[in-house]
C-alpha cells in the first residue's frame, strides 16, 4: 500500500475514534441534563405594580431567569409602572393575558398613602380586591408562590398565609403580627419555607429564597452552582436573619444631637454602635441619650422592652451610664453609653452605645 494511502487511513480511524468518544460523552450527558433543565412550560410570574421595590422583583428575576425558567412580569394593567426609585418597566402581560404561571412571585415596595387601615404600614399595594383576587386566583393555580420584604403583606390580605408561617422585612415584623393573628410569624430566619408557600425577608433576603425553590424545583447541587455564577454569597440554611440581629434593641432616634455615624456591628448576642457627635460637653451629649433611653417614645425596640438605668446616683457621672433590659423572651441585657473626646478635634466626641447578654461583654 502507498504510503499516502496508509496516512489517509489513519486519520479516517482517528477521526472515527474521536466521533465516536464525543458520540459516546454525549449520549451519557445528554439524558442527565434532559432531566434536571426547566422545560419552556416552566413559567414564573413577577408581580409589579407602582412602588415595586426594585430588588425584590429583579433578584428572583436574576435567580429564575439564570435557572433558564420562562421569567416574565405581570401588572394590573399592560401599561408603564414606575418602580420605588423611579425606574421605569413595561410589564409582559397584565391580569388578563398572562401564561399560567408554575411560580409565582409577589415581591414588597412602596405603597400609597390611600392604603386604608388596618394594613398601613405594610400593605405594599393599593388595598384593590381586584389584585387580591387575583393573587389568590393565580396561587391555586402555581406549584410554588414566593414573597419577598412586604409582599407578605398582600399574601397575608388575600388569605393565603392563614395556618402557616411566615416572614417579612424586619420593620413590619411586629405589624405583620397584628395584621395576621392567624399566622405565625417567625422573626429569626431569612425564609420560611411552608410546601408551598414561601416566604422571606426583605430585599437581598427574596435573592436567597429564590435560590431555595430553585433548589426545590432543580436540586440543591444546580441552585449552589446558580448562586456561584450569581458571585453570591448564599447559605442553603438561610441562618442570617437581619431581624434576628441584637441592634433591633438599639433603633432610637437621638433628636437633638448632630452625629456622624462611624461603626455599626455585631450579631444576635451583642451589638456596637459608634457615632462622632457635635456638642459643647460630654454632659449635655449623655444627657439626651439617657433621656431617650429611659423614655423611649421616639422609635426605640419592641413596646414591651424597656430600658432601666442601673447605676445609682452616686454612681452616675458625665461621660457613662449603664442600663438593663428584658428582651420578649424573658432574657436580661446590659447596655452601656458612653462619651468620649475625640481624638484632634475640637468640641467634637465618640458617642458609643453597646449592648450584650454577657455583662462583662456589655461593660468592656
Known amino acids: 500500500m502507498k504510503p499516502h494511502y496508509i496516512v489517509r487511513l489513519l486519520?479516517?480511524?482517528?477521526?472515527?475514534?474521536?466521533?465516536?468518544?464525543?458520540?459516546?460523552?454525549?449520549?451519557?450527558?445528554?439524558?442527565?441534563?434532559?432531566?434536571?433543565?426547566?422545560?419552556?412550560?416552566?413559567?414564573v410570574a413577577i408581580f409589579i405594580f407602582d412602588g415595586v421595590q426594585i430588588i425584590d422583583y429583579a433578584g428572583p428575576y436574576e435567580v429564575f431567569g439564570g435557572a433558564r425558567f420562562n421569567v416574565y412580569t405581570v401588572a394590573p394593567q399592560k401599561q408603564p409602572?414606575?418602580?420605588?426609585?423611579?425606574?421605569?418597566?413595561?410589564?409582559?402581560?397584565?391580569?388578563?393575558?398572562?401564561?399560567?404561571?408554575?411560580?409565582?412571585?409577589?415581591?414588597?415596595?412602596?405603597?400609597?398613602?390611600?392604603?386604608?387601615?388596618?394594613?398601613?404600614?405594610?400593605?405594599?399595594?393599593?388595598?384593590?380586591p381586584r389584585i387580591f383576587k387575583w393573587v389568590q386566583d393565580t396561587a391555586a393555580q402555581s406549584q410554588y408562590v414566593l414573597s419577598v420584604c412586604n409582599g407578605a403583606f398582600t399574601l397575608a390580605r388575600a388569605g393565603l398565609l392563614d395556618g402557616l408561617s411566615a416572614t417579612t422585612t424586619m420593620p413590619f415584623l411586629a405589624r405583620l403580627k397584628e395584621v395576621a393573628p392567624r399566622t405565625k410569624v417567625i422573626t429569626d430566619k431569612r425564609w420560611v419555607d411552608n410546601g408551598k408557600i414561601v416566604t422571606s425577608g426583605g430585599l437581598s433576603a427574596g435573592i436567597d429564597a429564590a435560590l431555595h425553590v430553585v433548589a426545590k424545583v432543580l436540586g440543591p447541587g444546580d441552585a449552589q452552582f446558580l448562586a456561584l455564577g450569581l458571585e453570591y454569597r448564599w447559605d442553603p440554611e438561610g441562618e442570617y436573619s437581619r431581624a434576628a440581629l441584637a441592634d433591633k434593641y438599639m433603633r432610637f432616634l437621638f433628636q437633638g444631637i448632630e452625629a456622624e455615624s462611624l461603626a455599626r456591628q455585631g450579631d444576635r448576642d451583642c451589638w456596637e454602635n459608634k457615632w462622632k457627635v457635635s456638642a459643647a460637653s460630654a454632659a449635655a451629649i449623655l444627657s439626651l441619650v439617657d433621656n431617650t433611653l429611659a423614655n423611649n417614645k421616639t422609635y426605640g425596640p419592641p413596646s414591651n422592652v424597656k430600658w432601666v438605668r442601673q447605676d445609682a446616683a452616686p454612681a452616675k457621672n458625665d461621660s457613662r451610664s449603664l442600663w438593663q433590659f428584658v428582651d420578649e423572651e424573658g432574657q436580661k441585657w446590659t447596655g452601656v453609653a458612653s462619651v468620649e473626646p475625640f481624638a484632634g478635634e475640637a468640641n467634637k466626641f465618640l458617642l458609643t452605645l453597646k449592648i450584650a447578654r454577657n455583662d462583662d461583654a456589655a461593660r468592656q
Open 11 to 43: 486519520l479516517m480511524i482517528a477521526c472515527s475514534c474521536a466521533l465516536g468518544a464525543i458520540t459516546t460523552t454525549m449520549g451519557q450527558s445528554a439524558p442527565s441534563a434532559a432531566q434536571k433543565q426547566p422545560t419552556a412550560k416552566t413559567n
Open 81 to 128: 409602572i414606575t418602580t420605588i426609585y423611579g425606574m421605569k418597566v413595561t410589564p409582559d402581560y397584565d391580569f388578563s393575558n398572562h401564561p399560567k404561571p408554575d411560580i409565582l412571585v409577589i415581591p414588597g415596595g412602596g405603597r400609597s398613602s390611600a392604603n386604608p387601615s388596618p394594613w398601613k404600614p405594610g400593605l405594599p399595594v393599593e388595598d384593590d
